[in-house]
């Protein structure tokens, strides 16, 4: 099995390395700063040999430029036709990549931003800033029907794929999740396990596609009822999984 560590940038950033447990080998996915990636490398006397990219926002970029100049023939993966210029092995929907003795499949995932995408299988899934614990990024650039049909993506997933998403925003998105759905029993119970983990100065990620499923109100839409508790000005007349998501995610922008 894969070995997946966390190297803590910024305020609230995870670049994640995956690891070869039968090398020194390592990949990093989404790094947005370099320094942490080299401390890290250096204690952990680990050799670079690529990067994952899933989006072109710059805290998930800035940091490879500087890596190259350490490891200037690493192969850096990311979204075929994105913004951002560095990318040398360019990825569309259903490319797969081996690394670490596993295959990574690419799924395309709009609506954070039009050229996201996450690298996935059974086990493991990258999903930068599409899939959050408890939430889902803002729509910068695609539109909440884009983004349902990435979540639907990721939720045909076994419940059991961790998810390793690229911020902590866990405790910030539950709060708005119990908003949403007071009464939803997991999410409270869950809700009390994430805390002491962040007072402990514990990770909440990764999480699961199945705990995804039961706290989540962006991977809930489809119920009937998860508009119950939305403020009516954010409530449209269509009665869509579509159109549920848009009013859930034009509330969180203005919780």
């Known amino acids: 099995m894969v070995q997946v560590d966390a190297i803590k940038a910024f305020d609230d950033n995870y670049i994640w390395v995956i690891k070869d447990p039968t090398s020194s080998s390592c990949w990093v996915v ?4 370099e320094k942490p990636v080299l401390d890290y490398l250096n204690q952990q006397n680990l050799t670079l040999e690529g990067i994952l990219v899933t989006h072109h926002h710059w805290d998930h970029t800035d940091g490879i430029a500087p890596l190259l100049t350490s490891f200037p023939h690493l192969p850096v993966y990311g979204p075929k036709n994105g913004k951002y210029q560095g990318i040398t092995r360019p990825l569309v929907e259903h490319d797969t990549i081996t690394l670490a003795g596993i295959t990574l499949k690419v799924i395309a995932t709009p609506g954070h ?17 599409t899939l959050f614990n408890a939430g889902c990024g803002r729509l910068f650039e695609g539109t909440p029907e ?22 902590e925003y866990t405790l910030a998105n539950l709060a708005f999740a119990h908003a949403v759905e007071p009464n939803n029993l997991a999410l409270t119970e869950y809700h009390q396990q994430a805390q002491k983990l962040r007072q402990a100065g514990r990770s ?12 989540n109100p962006f991977a809930r839409a489809a119920k009937a009822d998860i508009l119950a508790y939305t403020p009516r000005e954010f409530i449209s007349n269509d009665s869509t999984p579509e159109a549920h998501f848009a009013a859930l995610r034009k509330w969180k922008d203005n919780f």
């Open 30 to 33: 989404d790094p947005g700063d």
């Open 113 to 129: 931003t039009l050229d996201h995408i996450c690298y996935v299988n059974n086990e493991v899934a990258f999903t930068g800033d």
């Open 146 to 167: 884009q983004m349902w049909h990435s979540f639907n993506k990721l939720l045909s997933l076994p419940n059991s794929c961790q998810v390793y998403c690229t911020h």
């Open 204 to 215: 909440t990620i990764p999480t699961t596609i199945g705990q995804q499923k039961a706290i």
